[in-house]
């Protein structure tokens, strides 16, 4: 994700979607590579609104999803479930 990508705040109920797509002009990981974030629209969204994405699209919360968001964001401990203590 390059720094476009990773600047775009989280929100569970996003209304964009971004993926990260690489760039290997020589075919090899070297420092010839780029970093795009292609950003793609799931909402309508009006004018002024802020373009938000779901940092964990794709994880339920049976997926341990608020246990993996506490890297990311500073969470009370009375939010998790006993499984995830």
């Known amino acids: 994700m390059d720094e476009f990508g990773s600047a775009v705040r989280h929100n569970d109920d996003a209304n ?7 760039y290997a002009p020589n075919n090899k990981l070297d420092k010839a590579i780029i970093s795009y974030s292609l950003l793609w629209l ?5 004018a002024g609104e802020e373009i938000t994405r779901d940092h964990l699209f794709g994880i339920p919360e049976t997926g341990g999803r608020l246990a993996r ?7 009370p401990m009375d939010k998790f479930d006993n499984q995830f203590r």
């Open 42 to 46: 799931v909402k309508d969204v009006k």
């Open 16 to 22: 964009s979607r971004i993926a990260p797509f690489l």
């Open 69 to 75: 968001s506490s890297i990311l964001y500073d969470i």
